[in-house]
């Protein structure tokens, strides 16, 4: 059960009918080609794939210079010294990829240092002054913090990407919005986190801006299956430290990007539904206090228990489309105590618990986090 989420050939032209061929004249005596031949035929050689090189990719590139320049990366004609730089920018957190930070900047900018953006901003990333203020650091290390220097940027839009995609999962973790995390993210830079939380989706007017990056994604796909992180944060600490939270663990929607059933929108599967039935009891997987506990439209009766820190990061587990809840807001629990009772309110095709991990503020499988997990 789940929830919410024949080639023609060529005819040559002969032209008119050729007349009947005759014999032709002696040919002269050849002689061997002249020593203009052997040092001008070369250079003309050369001279002319060059030209057709360029007839092709329509001329040198902005940064070319004789005997060096930038080299371009085979990921989309992009710098080779970027690529770094945007997986290092992406492994701040996982809702954000290496490709999404590629694709924002060539939408905003289309990787011209020169081009202001809409906003007026500076540099590829086209960062305001205010939000530099907020984002920007000097991450290449060589005494200057600035929007126009790339390294720069690309390492500051992960950051503000990263805090929007904080946002975001906090108001989808408590119901107040639904949608996909990607999306969502993009669409509070497109239009404040804020003009999303009211939408309670992407607003209409982030649905251009979202076309256009999410368009691009495919340019910038080898980014991902590049990045040697292995993931971001999310998934950097989970070892059997969740008690299982129904009896019988069978998973019949695992963690990952799958169709939505009801909706038929393919984005992340958020955390794993486990079939079970109808009031069957719901338990805390660990020890924790309970941070929300209400009817939400998406995942139906919902209860999210934040349980600390662990190494430093936040974790937290909800229980969704619940038939019952039985603990309230700011309540204290033990691993095993009863959260509620299994059911399939919200969108839901029938009787399960939607069970999802947040780490670090992002959400990863919850399978290696259980102790028994099967």
């Given at each position: ?11 040559r ?24 031949v ?7 050689l ?44 992406a ?74 995609a ?98 038929g ?66 309540r ?28 670090d ?14």
């Open positions: 059960m789940s929830e919410e989420h024949a080639v023609d050939t060529p005819v032209d002969t032209g008119p009918e050729a007349p009947t061929p005759r014999t032709p004249p002696p040919s002269p005596r050849r002689r061997g080609p002249g020593p203009v052997f040092l001008v035929l070369p250079g003309l050369t001279l002319s794939a060059v030209a057709g090189v360029l007839a092709l990719t329509g001329g040198l590139p902005d940064d070319w210079s004789p005997g060096g320049g930038a080299r371009q990366d085979p990921v989309a004609g992009v710098n080779d010294t970027y690529g770094p730089w945007l997986r290092k920018a492994g701040a957190c996982t809702v954000v990829t290496p490709s999404v930070l590629a694709a924002q900047i060539d939408q905003l900018t289309g990787w011209d240092n020169a081009t202001a953006g809409a906003s007026g901003g500076q540099g590829i990333a086209a960062f305001t002054d205010a939000q530099w203020r907020t984002f920007g650091k000097d991450d290449d290390g060589n005494g200057t913090s600035s929007p126009g220097d790339p390294a720069d940027a690309i390492m500051a839009l992960g950051r503000q990407d990263c805090s929007l904080r946002k975001v999962t906090d108001l989808r973790t408590d119901g107040t919005v639904n949608g996909d995390l990607v999306d969502l993210t993009l669409a509070a830079y497109a239009v404040g986190t804020d003009a999303v939380e009211k939408a309670g989706r992407v607003p209409a007017d982030a649905t251009t801006y979202l076309t256009e990056v999410r368009a691009l994604f495919a340019k910038y796909a080898e980014f991902d299956r590049e990045d040697p992180s292995g993931g971001g944060a999310a998934g950097a600490r989970a070892g059997a430290l969740l008690a299982p939270p129904v009896t019988t663990l069978t998973i019949t929607s695992p963690y990952g990007s799958r169709t939505h059933p009801l909706t929108v393919t984005k992340l599967h958020t955390g794993v539904d486990y079939g079970a039935p109808q009031g069957a009891q719901v338990s805390a997987a660990r020890a924790g206090t309970v941070v929300f506990a209400a009817m939400t439209k998406a995942y139906g009766n919902r209860v999210v228990v934040d349980h600390g820190t662990i190494d430093g990061k936040r974790l937290q587990t909800t229980y969704s489309h619940l038939s019952r809840i039985d603990v309230t807001a700011g204290a629990v033990q691993t095993g105590t009863p959260v509620g009772r299994v059911g399939s309110t919200g969108l839901s095709t029938g009787p399960h618990l939607h069970f999802e991990v947040i780490y503020g992002y959400y990863t499988d919850p399978q290696p986090w259980l102790s028994a997990a099967g």
